[in-house]
């Protein structure tokens, strides 16, 4: 059974590039939450995404936004990039919300 | 509110000798806790949740929490460290937060090393 899949795992964009990261949740998991690791820092919720829709979110500007398709895969885009975005982002999925299952991240540099 | 602090930003133990990381929390609601690790350039994985059961979890690679809500503490302890412990590991709380949704929120992380 696979877990958590993301991809890509490494990632170089120019500041004010667009950037798209996707996930693939476990198994029989129909929630996904995205995450934003900075270096040094514990993660902080981006945003949660049940049947399609954006459950809940974090307090991270517009420029983040995402989407879960009818597989329950995710996607989260980030526009205009910052040196800031610069992070490890993690995507986690669930079939309820008290245990999440994290993907090994990706790691976007913004130059 | 919720939050979550971890008393140690670094521990650093002999190989063989017990681990002790702290960890307090504060909430509004009954929460839910738990501890994940990560090794370098990997995710996260689940060593343990606490969810209103027992008071003394046990989780994997012989780690163990107690949930102690008069001094709102979920501290993790091993009896012996082994070589294969050295991580960052990270207290996490989820609580019932605005619009009925569990809110879910991290600790800074304790980086653990492991002398042999």
């Known amino acids: 059974d696979a877990g958590v899949t993301q991809s890509p795992t490494h990632l170089i964009k120019t500041r004010g590039q667009q950037v798209t990261l996707r996930c693939s949740p476990k198994?029989?998991?129909?929630?996904v939450s995205w995450y934003q690791q900075a270096l040094g820092q514990g993660p902080q919720f981006i945003f949660q995404?049940?049947?399609?829709?954006?459950?809940q979110r974090g307090n991270f500007p517009d420029r983040f936004s995402g989407h879960q398709f009818p597989n329950y895969s995710s996607e989260l885009n980030v526009n205009a990039l910052l040196l800031g975005d610069s992070a490890l982002y993690l995507c986690?999925?669930?079939?309820?919300?008290?245990?999440?299952?994290f993907g090994p991240g990706t790691r976007l540099t913004v130059t | 509110a919720q939050s979550v602090t971890q008393l140690d930003s670094h521990v650093s133990v002999s190989e063989g000798t017990p681990v002790l990381l702290r960890c307090n929390y504060s909430?509004?609601?009954?929460?839910?806790l738990f501890w994940y690790v990560q090794h370098p350039n990997k995710g996260l994985q689940l060593l343990l949740k606490?969810?209103?059961?027992?008071?003394l979890v046990k989780g994997i690679n012989g780690f163990e929490a107690e949930f102690k809500k008069s001094e709102t503490s979920f501290h993790l302890t091993k009896p012996s460290a082994h070589m294969s412990d050295a991580a960052e590991y990270f207290c996490?709380?989820?609580?019932?937060?605005?619009?009925?949704?569990?809110?879910?929120?991290f600790g800074i992380g304790t980086k653990l090393q492991v002398i042999p």
């Open positions: 986690a999925s669930s079939l309820t919300y008290y245990e999440q299952y």
């Open positions: 198994s029989g998991h129909d929630t």
């Open positions: 995404y049940y049947e399609e829709e954006e459950r």
């Open positions: 909430s509004s609601y009954s929460p839910s």
């Open positions: 606490y969810t209103s059961a027992a008071t």
């Open positions: 996490v709380v989820s609580a019932e937060g605005s619009g009925g949704y569990q809110k879910v929120t």
